[in-house]
């Protein structure tokens, strides 16, 4: 009887634990990319997207709240980073999604719109 319980309670338990982390966003931003800088120091922010003035996420440095990175060693980069760049050049609408890392706003999800 007690198995029968524990089953039906790790579904629960593991939906409540997932849940948590896929909706970890510290900032949602939309709008069309306006700049793209990129630095040549590896892991310092090496990709910079602004949406205008849009603030990307809320952070302890002001300053880089309206800007989001990605570093070449991140997961999926040049996909990422290509992603971007088209829809830069094609004056798409984008909607990135990043938490606080490292003083900024780190990019993990893209999505463009048509």
């Known amino acids: 009887m007690k198995t029968a319980r524990t089953l039906v309670f790790i579904p629960i338990f593991l939906s409540l634990f997932i ?19 990129t630095v040549n120091e590896t892991n310092n922010f090496e990709l910079r997207v602004f949406l205008g ?28 980073v290509a992603n971007l760049m088209v829809a830069f050049s094609a004056g798409k609408t984008v909607t990135i999604f990043t938490t606080n890392e490292g003083g900024g706003c780190h990019i993990h999800y893209v999505s463009v719109q048509a």
């Open 19 to 37: 849940s948590r982390f896929a909706y970890a966003w510290d900032g949602v931003a939309t709008g069309v990319i306006s700049k793209i800088d």
């Open 53 to 80: 003035s849009t603030v990307m996420c809320n952070n302890t440095t002001p300053s880089m709240n309206t800007w989001g990175y990605l570093n070449s060693s991140d997961p999926n980069y040049k996909t990422t």
